[in-house]
RNA sequence: GCCGAAGUGGCGGAACAGGCAGACGCGCACGACUCAAAAUCGUGUUCCCUCCGGGAAUGUGGGUUCGAUUCCCACCUUCGGCACCA
């Protein structure tokens, strides 16, 4: 039962108090002033130092780190402190908490900057970092500056190259030539995952990336594609599950070996003179038999040897015609297949039919093995390329229930489950639509094949290895020296770090100044000590990021990455907050770099972070994506200045589902600072402005005291339950709730009462997380209690007094609601039916008819049938 | 085309596990205070009607149920990812 409003029947005081106005003055809430004051102390006092201590358990709390661009952007502030609430409320809980923050400092911005005004990049990391550092620090996140790292700092790059080093000594890391992407705007390759959009544009800048023929340094994250697939024992979204799942796209079926037949048909060649094998990669093995022609990717080495003279100038010009396109884009969407013929024929495996090879740019030269059979009868893009072509199409699965009376033209390709027809010993083997040894049909095949041994069960992905190689100066140089006699060495372990010079030239080529140094690429090579070059690419920015989180542990350590008693403790990390726009990118990463580690024996456990939480993002007030040249960006600082860090935080938490986002509203902060301010009075200025009806003060009754008590542990229960659930905006709507009732309770008299302080004292604990700073003052200087209260105890949920005694029962007759009535919380199924048809509504919905049915679901609400 | 997320007042959002739809806040309206405004405080605020009462409503249409924002089916819209992947 709600509080009684016992108060309208008492008249306001009109009159203000005499003393008011001076006790205002000096209870004034002053942000500007008390924010750096705590901020200062807390620091001083080392309160948010994580120290390794075996008797707590512990909670290694992550939230992305920043890059240094130089002003830190409300998307900063909306990832980073409700992350700092949640780690400060596992603290209270009685974890030993490790909330760190560092820079990702390397990257392409500062070197552009340099470009542009001959600044040092690193001179200008500095003072980016320094000033961010600043910002952050207005936040009053408890985070523990004494485990910054700086990506950028030498001690750090320098475990950055011996990672390097192990992964290339564990046969990890790997220099190809091939054709890769590259961003003509940064001047750089790119990982395939960094390059986004039906427009194929760079992630960074979202320029349009071009194919470029280069010899590159990759990692072997696709050794881990299976690994990576299984999220077993991770809480992680759903989401990014899914999209490292499509991402990584595994499939299964079958590779086969076709040969290479000779030009004419009779003239039998020697077996196995001038016949190639031509390997393929299949998901439908069932299907073989309807193979009546093969498709070669345009760059398939084979081309050229198969092509006859007549063929020679058609097919060169589709080769010419198709590396042009994929300068632009060979994968438009919907593009009508193209082809030619080679001249060239194959020889079918499984039933030695002889079949035309043709060259077609919807094979990927990526994919696979770059040449496929083509059943028309049975895929779509085979189905439509023999249309155009007047390629023979053989049906070989034959739907079970035929509704067609037909055997006449065939008007698309049939993909439904069926049986084997046309396939020599496996016609009438059933085939479903299942994938891979699921399917009866395919899995039988297979058997046969590796039997045969024409071919063998196959998996193949979508994932490529991770290209690490980027043409820039601002990174982590690769450790490698390369001499014409021993190839490629990594640089001596005693010698890192390879240190970035400092003394290079800024140049708009767009060539690395590390390559036109003039005597930095020169070194001996490491095993025959003559001269040799040093690679002058630098790592992709993604490898410094890899591992950030173990040089927190201990990020002035130097025998090794970390410091193994810190890692022994911390890791893995308990809860990592961060954007969904990483999903394949850093996300995957890490988890691959955790995974080599682990196999190198320098890690332990599969995952480095257990569990996974993604924030939404913050739009302009109109509602689009902030930025500069939309003029619709919000700075925290003008925020901070304004309302103070508090109000700032608690709105961030308040305005928006945390994991969905929304647009700012300038309007609506005010409600935060309103709040905030509520709060304050009412901590420092107990008075009410109400008297009793004879004049004197007010004494709450019993009945008010219990119903402050009961809010104030029902709110207790909801906070802590939202915290556990990262649900942030009902923490503060809660908190907003309870003060309401206070002031009431204020109102009714309740100040001074042993539930009041208990209700002020729980107040404060469960505001401390989200409002650090005014919590802390009203703590220390209002109630009195000992410094700090980030030190202090989570409180307990009195369940007995969070308990309603009486409550109100929505009664509905024929689904809707009619009526409602107070029982007792306790009242039995029978007392509840009793009284709701002793009701006066009730009674006249009935018309004294017997209900139909009377459903009565405990402590929710009553529902007759009549 | 495939995969995923989401659609609730003027707005952001709430509703623990199928049980009172709209908590909390913004905005708005009215009132108090004020010479006035701002701030502050109070009251109200989903929509509609023939307004002591009643009806409709959580993207749309069905279904299950005494009861559906919640579960099931189909569809629409928006956003994100993938996209000739053999």
Known sequence: MPVEKKETAIQPVAEARPAKKETKRDNAFNPREM???????????????????????????????????????????????PSDARARYMRM?????????????????????????GVHPMKRTAQNVERMRKQLRSMGAMFDWER??????????????????????????????????WCPNCNTTLAREQVWGDDRHCERCGTPVIKKDLDQWFFKTTKYADELLNFDGIDWPQTVKTLQTNWIDRSEGASVIFHTA?????????????????????????????????????????????????????????????????????????????????????????????????IADYVLMTYGTGAIMAVPAHDERDFAFARKYDLPIVPVIKPEVQSEADEGEIEAAYIGDGVMINSGPFNGTKVNTEKGRKNPGISK??????????????????????LISRQRYWGAPIPMIHCNAHGW????????????????????????????????????????????????????TFMCSSWYHLRYLSPHYDKGPFDEAEYNYWMPVDTYTGGIEHATMHLLYTRFFHKALRDAGITEGNEPMLQLRNQGMVLGEDNEKMSKSRGNVIAPDVLVDKYGADTVRAYIMFFARWEMGAPWDSQGIEGSARWVRRVWTLFTDPSTTLRSAQGG????????????????????????????????????????????????????????????????????????????????????????????IHQQQWPQVDEAAAKEDVIELPVQINGKVRDRINVPAEATEEEVRAAVLASAVVQKYLEGREPRKVIVAKGKLVSLVV
């Open 93 to 117: 809980k009685g974890y030993n908490v490790l909330f760190p923050m560092g820079f990702d400092a390397f990257g392409l911005p500062a070197e552009n900057a340099a470009i542009k005004d």
């Open 148 to 181: 910054e790292a700086v990506s950028s700092d030498p001690e750090y790059y320098k475990w950055t190259e011996w990672f390097f080093i192990q992964l290339f000594k564990m046969g990890l890391a790997y220099r190809k030539m091939s054709a890769v992407d």
């Open 489 to 540: 060495n990594p640089v001596p372990e005693d010698q890192l770090p390879v240190m970035l010079p400092e003394d290079v030239e800024w140049k708009p080529t767009g060539e690395s100044p590390l390559k036109l140094h003039p005597t930095w690429k020169n070194a001996p090579c490491p095993v025959c000590g003559e001269p040799a070059t040093r690679e002058t690419d630098t790592m992709d």
């Open 697 to 788: 003060p007010i004494v709450a009754s019993d009945e008010v005291k219990k119903n402050l008590r009961r809010k104030v542990h029902q709110t207790l229960r909801k906070v802590t339950r939202n915290f556990e659930q990262f649900e942030f905006n009902t923490i503060v709507s809660s908190l907003m709730e309870l003060m309401n009732e206070m002031y009431k309770a204020r109102e009714a008299g309740a100040v001074g009462s042993g539930e009041w302080k208990e209700a002020q004292e729980i107040y404060l604990k469960m505001m401390a997380p989200v409002t650090p700073h005014i919590a802390e003052e009203l703590w220390t200087n209002y109630l009195h209690k000992p410094y700090s």
């Open 445 to 466: 095949v297979i058997d046969w094949l590796e039997k045969e041994g024409i071919g063998k069960e196959s998996v193949n992905y979508r994932y490529r290895d991770w």
């Open 262 to 358: 000779p030009p004419s048909p009779p003239a039998p060649l020697p077996q196995g003179e001038g016949r190639h094998p031509i390997e393929i990669f299949t998901t439908r093995p069932d299907t073989l038999w309807g193979a009546t022609f093969m498709v070669f990717s345009p760059e398939h080495p084979l081309v050229d040897e198969i092509t006859t003279p007549e063929n020679k100038a058609a097919v060169e010009e589709y080769k010419a015609q198709a590396a042009r396109q994929s300068d632009i884009q060979r994968g438009a969407v919907d593009k009508e297949k193209t082809g030619v013929f080679t001249g060239g024929y194959a020889i079918n495996p499984v039933n030695q039919a002889r079949i035309p090879i043709w």
């Open 35 to 81: 924010e750096p004051k705590w901020q200062a102390k807390w620091e001083a006092d080392k309160l948010y130092r994580s120290v390794i201590d075996e008797s707590k358990p512990k909670h290694y709390a992550l939230t992305m780190l920043p890059y240094p661009s130089g002003d830190l952007h409300i998307g900063h502030w909306y990832a980073m402190t």
